[in-house]
Every structure is written in C-alpha cells, then in structure tokens.
C-alpha cells in the first residue's frame, strides 16, 4: 500500500495569510455567536434587576406605613398596624400590608431587638402517655425517673437514656410489651425488638414536636409577629427543641404564657342562626339604647324581625350611597368629601344598629356561623358580645368564637353551645388523625378516637344529627362539619370543599390534642430594641464610611472616569445583593453588615485584579515613554520583537473579532524600522536551555532566546522580573507592574 503527498510550493507567508484569512472568517462566525450571547446576557440583567426592584420595594412600602404609626403616637400607631395586619386589602400590587412585611428586608435580633426563645417538648411526657397504664408499674416508673434526671446532665437525650436504662435493669427486647397497645398501629407486638419499638417511638415524638410547632406558629401568626423565625431543632440531645425568633416583640411576659400553653382543642355543639338571630337582634337594640341613655327601656322582642330587615336595608343603602358618591366625584377633593360623607352615613347607621351594623349575616338559617365581619370590626364586635348587657340577653350557654381564617376578607363568627357548661368533647381523646382521598379522589380527613372517646362522639353525633360540630383550637373555629348520622367505633371522615392543604392543616389540628405534650421554655434570651437601634445606626454608618472612602480611593488611583466607572459598579454590586436576599427572605443581622462592608473591599480588590491584567494601556503608556527616552540619547535605536510577540498580539483580536486591532498590529508590524527576530532552530534550542537553567515559562524562554540572538548591543524592556533570572540578558525594567509574559 502506497500514499501519494501533494506538495504544496506557496511560500510561507502566503500560506500564513489564507491561514489569518480563513481565521478571520471563523471570527466573524464566532462575533455573530458572541453578540446573540451578549442580547442573551441583557436580557438576564434586565430580568434580574426588575426582580431585584420588585423585592426591594416592599420595604419602602413598609416603611411608609410604619412612619405614618409612628406620628399617630405608640398606643394608635400600633392599633393601626395591627389593624393593616388583620386586614386583607391590597396597599401594594395587590399583596396585603401582612404580605409586604413578609416580604421587606428582614432584620434579625441583633438589630431589630425582640426575643429568641427555645422551646421543648416534654418528651418523657410522651413516652409516658404511650406507655398508657404501664407506666405505672414500679419498676417502669423509676426507669422513666433515673432516665429523666440522667437527660438532663448528659449529651443523650431522654430516649436514648430510657433505652439503655431498660436494657441494663429489665432486658433486651422487653420494650414491646410496654408500648404494644399504643403503638399497635405502628406494628408494635410484645415479640417487637427494642430497636423497633425506638424507631416507634421516635415517630411518634417527632410527630408531637411538629403538633407543637404547628400550634406555636399558628399562635405566633395570631400574635401579629412579622417574619418569625420558628425551627425544630435536630441533633444529639436536642429532641423536642423548637427555635423560635421574634423580632421587634414588645411583651415578653404575654409571649411566654402564649408559648407555654398546652393545645386546648375541643369539639363543641352549636346553634343555628335562627335559634340566636331574636337575641341577636335583642341585644343590638339594647346596645342602641344604652348608647342613647335609655337604659331603662326593654327591648321589644316583637319588633326583631323588622330590626333585622332594617339594618340589612340601612346597610345596603348606605353602600349604594357611598358608591354612588364615590362614580361621581372625579377629583381627589371631591372623593375626599365623598369618603367624608360614606364615614358619617356609616357611623348614624352604628349609632342605630351598634352590633348588626358591624357584621353581615347569612342567608342560611340552618347555618351555625351567625355572621361576617372584617378584621377591622372584630374587636369592636367582641365588646359588645362579652359586655355586660350581652351576659343578661344572650343565652347562658352561648359561646360566641372566631373562624381561625379569613375567606375572602371576613371571618366568621361562630354560635356554639356549653354542654353542661363546657365543650362537649375534649381533644385527647384523637388517637390519630391523616389527611387523604377518598373513593372519588377529593381530600378528606380521616379521624380515630380512643375506645372512651368513640362512646362519647357516638352519644354526640347521634343528637346533633344535620347539625354542625365545631373543631375548636385554642379558642379558634377550624371547621364545622355537618354530622350526617350517628358515628359508631370512633372512625369518622371529614369530607368537603376542601383543598389539599386545607385538610392537610385540619389534620394536624385534630393531632395537636392527640396526647398531652407540654411545652416549656428551656432558654430565652431577650434584646433590647434601644441596641438594635444602636447596631444599625453603627452597622449603616461603617457601610457609609467605607464606601466613601473606597470612592475616593478608586478615583484617586484609576482617575475621575475610571473611578466613578468602578464606584457605579461597588453600588450595582450592593443593589443586587440586597435584592438577591430580600428574594430569598435572607435576614439582616449585625454580622451581615459587617460582611457587606467586606464585600466591598473584595470588590476593589477583583477591580484592582482586572485593571493590572487586562488593562494594557498603563504598561503601553510607560513602555512608549520609556523608548522615547532612550531614542532622546541613542538616535540610531533600532526596535526589534519576535515572531513569538506577533503570535500573541495576533490571537487575541482573532478570537474576538476585533478588526481595530487587527489592523493596529498589522500597521505596526509593518513599520521598516521594526526587525522580527524568527524561531529558527538556534532560538528553541537556547529557549530550551533557558527554560531548565532559569525554570522560566515556555514563551518566556523563547522571548528571551529571541533577544539574545541580536548580540551584545540589545536592551529586553518588560515588566517581568523573571527575566532578571537570564544571563547575559541586558533587562530594563518599568516601574509599574505588568501583565505576565509581556515584554
């Protein structure tokens, strides 16, 4: 087999060339890749700017209603923030005054002030309660004592501590017979391992510390917290630790009794709005009366009906009123006297109907809830339902509570009824309670009773048949589910217009009385908002010195332009990641500003970086000066570069398509006073000695390979102080340094 070569007899230089040409074509490919990848790049910025200037804003908004409480005074600013709170109106692109603070800047302890509070879960609480009547057999009893005082100085925690205890004293494998009849569910036998019915145990204590945490967000929530911080602790010797972070909290001592209380929940009877509406309506008219000083005047229980349609009557017409007013004013000084005028109609219907002015009612009578009223009414509503004249005309066992949520605006108050003074049901009778689908796919919650809990809810579904049984927690309505029939065998499922997440929440409401598990409050440690206060003015003053300072820096070395150039791009780089974390809900704290104002010498030094290596002009400056300055004693100096130099001013401008600078060095290049020194054989070779003798870089070895080469009379001028390392190589240096391997 033979191969036949074609012999190319172009000289080199005209091969070179094509070659250049041929790059030249790639480049102009390659700069058309690189402007589509440059509009891909805007685009991003321009995305993330406006996602940076979305999150940043609700701080301003914020802030803006926070400076308006402030100038109403402490007591009336924080009725009006907690008023916006409860409220459920837009203030900002449709999110809610609650919604903005969740999504404003955040600030930790260290700067806002409030409380950090840990929590635990009694865990031998629970493992007591799942050991039902075997806890109080002796020997178990001073096992759970032993392992409970020795948790307490010790990095295990009580589980670990009870197991080991059990396993020393009783056995191995003993455990199943303790817990078998609480655990059943969870596959415990007698004949169960230890380290299955740990495992068990586990479970179960995990899922009492997230019942817990539940129950503590949803009062936190309530409590009118912005951006708390609630975590369950994990790690060794932190089971049942819940994290809980509150700034700006102005009542610890509330604070604590809020988070030490057990989970009430309960299950009670109610009433229907037309078994209440007359005393309703009774106590709104003597409301009315004492209001105008009749005291003495009796309601007249015949005229209840008429009052009723009256206040509804009273109530639209004044909203078709205000509305009317509100589409024919055009100016803000003609709305202003509308709302002026909606407030005055509004109040002489209050002055009339005091209680059913407040709140709307439905239009079911079979309905246990007996009205809606918005966020802003409800604390007027609660004094006249709790006051005096409201004991003497409601019914004794009436109890008047709130949903725990708004639908759409309005809460819904709730009729329910003491059964022999008291909730019908107590809650620690759940044995346990899941969210599911039924046979139809919609969500359902699915809800055990103990066997002594199943015998009460039968007794209670059997007499409440077509009438709703309120799931209360804590005070607050969850639900209030139609019972269809009587309930046998403590198995029941809630079924409705539920969302997944809704049943989701009921279920873990139903677990949060499944078993006693108390909550106390093993560390807190409180911060002052006067040091808040302090921290953020230092932290904001730090950052400001040091920006100012960094800005007169940058112009005092780079000049005006360029300085002013790197300081827009220090305040760009502080814009986006403020908003980054504003996105993320990042909390600021102390050590967070100190960080910032870190980042802002990084920055300076990443400019600083990018300056001495991609900015040739400085080096080019004093090389020029430099050659002129020679030539002003040496006339007859010649210049002289390699062809290694022409590769490397060449390669770069190919790659990204910068014709200017093609040309530029070809013009150069082409100067007859300039001599091109070529790598011949002689030149790599000495390159090579070079290069193992002074331990220089492979082009390095080659520029200098090069410059020896024009004898003795030559002068190398570079920045690089490895050429120092070359003998006989006669080097002047720049003052300033140089990019690497320029000479």
């Known amino acids: 087999m033979g191969f036949a070569l074609k012999s190319d007899r172009r000289s080199p230089l005209c091969r070179a060339r094509e070659v250049l040409h041929s790059q030249q074509n790639k480049t102009t490919i390659n700069n058309s890749i690189s402007m589509q990848n440059k509009g891909f790049v805007k685009f991003i910025a321009i995305a993330l700017t406006l996602i940076c200037v979305f999150y940043l804003s609700f701080s301003f908004v914020t802030r803006h209603y926070e400076q308006k409480a402030e100038a109403m005074g402490e007591v009336?600013?924080?009725?009006?923030?907690?008023?916006?709170?409860?409220?459920?109106?837009?203030?900002?692109?449709?999110?809610?005054?609650?919604?903005?603070?969740?999504?404003?800047?955040?600030?930790?302890?260290?700067?806002?002030?409030?409380?950090?509070?840990?929590?635990?879960?009694?865990?031998?609480?629970?493992?007591?309660?799942?050991?039902?009547?075997?806890?109080?057999?002796?020997?178990?009893?001073?096992?759970?004592?032993?392992?409970?005082?020795?948790?307490?100085?010790?990095?295990?925690?009580?589980?670990?501590?009870?197991?080991?205890?059990?396993?020393?004293?009783?056995?191995?494998?003993q455990l199943g017979g303790i817990f078998a009849l609480k655990l059943k569910e969870e596959g415990i036998t007698p004949n169960s391992t230890d380290a299955q019915v740990k495992a068990a145990l586990e479970k179960e204590i995990?899922?009492?510390?997230?019942?817990?945490?539940?129950v503590v967000r949803q009062r936190i929530d309530r409590f009118g917290v912005a951006q708390?911080?609630?975590?369950?602790?994990?790690?060794?010797?932190?089971?049942?630790?819940?994290?809980?972070?509150?700034?700006?909290?102005?009542?610890?001592?509330?604070?604590?009794?809020?988070?030490?209380?057990?989970?009430?929940?309960?299950?009670?009877?109610?009433?229907?709005?037309?078994?209440?509406?007359?005393?309703?309506?009774?106590?709104d008219t003597r409301l009315a009366q004492a209001a105008a000083g009749d005291k003495g005047t009796k309601a007249d229980t015949a005229k209840v009906d008429s009052t009723k349609k009256e206040t509804v009557a009273d109530a639209k017409a004044s909203a078709a009123d205000a509305l009317k007013a509100l589409g024919q004013k055009n100016n803000a000084g003609e709305a202003k006297e509308a709302a002026a005028a909606t407030n005055k109609a509004r109040e002489a219907a209050l002055k009339a109907h005091p209680l059913l002015g407040l709140?709307?009612?439905?239009?079911?009578?079979?309905?246990?809830?007996?009205?809606?009223?918005?966020?802003?009414?409800?604390?007027?509503?609660?004094?006249?339902?709790?006051?005096?004249?409201?004991?003497?005309?409601?019914?004794?066992?009436?109890?008047?509570?709130?949903?725990?949520?708004?639908?759409?605006?309005?809460?819904?108050?709730?009729?329910?009824?003491?059964t022999d003074g008291k909730a019908a049901l107590a809650g620690e009778v759940i044995a346990s309670a899941k969210d599911e689908y039924d046979q139809n796919h919609r969500p359902v919650v699915s809800m055990t009773m103990t066997p002594d809990g199943a015998r009460e809810w039968a007794a209670i579904t059997k007499r409440n048949i077509k009438r709703p049984v309120a799931i209360v927690l804590d005070g607050m309505v969850y639900s209030a589910p139609n019972i269809?029939?009587?309930?046998?065998?403590?198995?029941?499922?809630?079924?409705?217009?539920?969302?997944?997440?809704?049943?989701?929440?009921?279920?873990?409401v139903l677990k949060s009385g499944k078993m006693p598990a108390p909550t106390n409050i093993v560390s807190e440690e409180t911060v002052g908002p006067s040091l808040g206060a302090a921290?953020?003015?230092?932290?904001?003053?730090?950052?400001?010195v040091a920006f100012v300072l960094l800005m007169i820096f940058m112009c005092v070395f780079y000049g005006f332009i360029p300085g002013m150039v790197a300081?827009?791009?220090?305040?760009?780089?502080?814009?986006?990641?403020?908003?980054?974390?504003?996105?993320?809900?990042?909390?600021?704290?102390?050590?967070?500003?100190?960080?910032?104002?870190?980042?802002?010498?990084?920055?300076?030094?990443?400019?600083?970086?990018?300056?001495?290596?991609?900015?040739?002009?400085?080096?080019?400056?004093?090389?020029?000066?430099?050659?002129?300055?020679?030539?002003?004693?040496?006339?007859?100096?010649?210049?002289a570069v390699s062809r290694l130099s022409w590769l490397e001013c060449h390669v770069h401008p190919m790659r990204t398509g910068n014709q200017k600078a093609l040309e530029a060095f070809g013009q150069f290049f082409a100067r007859p006073d300039l001599r091109c020194v070529e790598l011949t054989r002689e030149v790599v070779e000495l390159a090579t000695c070079i290069r193992a003798q002074c331990n220089l870089r492979t082009p390095d070895a080659l520029q200098a390979a090069c410059c020896l080469q024009l004898g003795p009379e030559h002068l190398m001028l570079t920045g690089d102080v490895a050429f120092g390392r070359v003998a006989g190589l006669n080097v002047m240096f720049l003052d300033s340094a140089a990019p690497p391997g320029t000479s």
């Open 76 to 173: 009336a600013g924080k009725a009006y923030l907690d008023s916006l709170r409860q409220s459920e109106g837009s203030v900002w692109l449709g999110y809610d005054y609650k919604s903005c603070e969740a999504l404003q800047i955040g600030l930790g302890l260290d700067l806002k002030g409030g409380m950090n509070v840990i929590l635990e879960v009694s865990v031998p609480d629970v493992v007591k309660n799942l050991a039902g009547s075997n806890a109080d057999n002796p020997q178990v009893k001073q096992i759970m004592n032993e392992a409970r005082a020795e948790a307490e100085h010790s990095s295990e925690n009580f589980l670990d501590v009870f197991v080991r205890l059990y396993q020393q004293k009783v056995g191995k494998d």
């Open 206 to 214: 995990k899922a009492a510390v997230d019942n817990s945490y539940q």
């Open 228 to 283: 708390p911080n609630i975590q369950i602790l994990e790690g060794r010797g932190q089971m049942g630790q819940i994290m809980v972070e509150m700034p700006g909290i102005k009542e610890p001592e509330r604070v604590r009794k809020l988070l030490q209380g057990s989970a009430n929940l309960e299950f009670w009877e109610t009433y229907n709005l037309k078994d209440i509406q007359g005393a309703l309506a009774a106590l």
């Open 359 to 418: 709140f709307a009612m439905p239009g079911y009578p079979e309905s246990s809830v007996v009205g809606y009223a918005t966020a802003l009414d409800t604390a007027a509503i609660n004094r006249a339902i709790h006051s005096e004249l409201a004991a003497q005309v409601l019914p004794a066992d009436l109890n008047l509570a709130w949903g725990a949520s708004a639908e759409k605006g309005l809460f819904e108050l709730y009729a329910l009824r003491r």
């Open 484 to 508: 269809k029939n009587e309930i046998t065998g403590g198995v029941s499922q809630i079924s409705g217009n539920f969302t997944a997440q809704q049943t989701q929440d009921l279920a873990n």
């Open 535 to 544: 921290s953020i003015q230092a932290g904001f003053t730090a950052c400001v």
């Open 567 to 639: 300081n827009s791009a220090l305040i760009i780089n502080f814009f986006f990641t403020f908003g980054v974390l504003t996105s993320f809900q990042a909390a600021l704290t102390l050590s967070g500003l100190a960080g910032m104002v870190l980042s802002l010498g990084m920055a300076v030094d990443a400019n600083v970086l990018i300056y001495l290596l991609e900015g040739k002009e400085p080096f080019s400056r004093q090389a020029a000066e430099r050659i002129a300055g020679l030539r002003r004693y040496h006339p007859d100096l010649a210049l």
